[in-house]
C-alpha cells in the first residue's frame, strides 16, 4: 500500500518548482485514479507477454514471481450466490481465474459450443463435468441444477484512490477520513509520481509531461537491469 499523501506532496513539491503549475486536490485524485489502473493493467498485460514468452523460461521467472507479488492483493476467492438462473460475479471483478464447483474446475465455453454440447448425449454437461458461459457479470453455469457450491476466483479492480482534505486559512490539508490510499505495491511509488505529473503536465500543456516520461523510462530501464 502506498499512502496517498506521501504522493501528493511529492507531486506539489515538483509540480509547483520553477513555478510549473498547480494541481488541484481534485486534479490530482482524477489523475491518481488513471495512473493506478494505467499500472494494474500493465501487470496483467505484462503478465500474459511474459508467459507466451518462447524459450529459456528461466530469464523471466524472477520477473513473472515479481509481477505475480504485486497482483497478489487483488486476487480473490469468492463464494457465488446463486439468483434466478445465473451466479453473480461481484461488481469489482477485473478478470475471472477459474469457476470451482465443489473441488472441480468448471470449463468455459461460448454460446455455439453450448449448443453442440448439449445436443450430444454423450459430452452434454454433468455435475462431474460442469460447464459455464459467462454474460457479461453473470455465470451460466450447466447443468442447472447446480446452483451451491461454486466459488470464482478472480481479479478485482482496485479501489480509487482519494485525497480528502480540509481548508484551513486558505489551504488544503490532508484528512485522512474519507482518504483512501493506493492499493499498488510500495515499490510503484516512484512511477505513481510519474504518471501523475504526465497527466498532469498534458492537462496544463507544459514540460511537467516530459520530465516526467524522462524519469518513468530511467525507472523502467532500472528495473530490468
Known sequence: MIRIDDVYQKVLAIANKEQRG?????????????????????????????????GNDTEYSDMLEHLNEKLSVFKHLQDLTYTTNYFELANNTYRIGSIIYKNVQ???????????????????????????IKRQNKIFLYPENIQANVSCSFIKKPIKPRWNYVVVNGE???????????????????NLINKILQLAGITMNNEIYQVASQEEVKDIQQEKV
Request: aromatic share 14%; glycine share 2%; charged share 25%.
Open 172 to 190: 488544503a490539508l490532508h484528512n485522512p477520513t474519507g482518504s483512501q490510499n493506493f492499493q499498488l505495491h510500495r515499490s510503484e511509488e516512484n
Open 106 to 132: 468448471v470449463q468455459e465455453i461460448n454460446d455455439k459450443e453450448f449448443v453442440y454440447l448439449n445436443s450430444s448425449p454423450l459430452l452434454k454437461p454433468t455435475r462431474k463435468n460442469p460447464i459455464y
Open 22 to 54: 498547480y494541481i488541484t486536490p481534485q486534479e490530482f485524485n482524477l489523475f491518481s485514479d488513471q495512473a493506478q489502473l494505467d499500472i494494474f493493467e500493465q501487470y496483467i498485460y505484462d503478465i500474459n507477454q511474459f508467459e507466451r514468452a518462447k
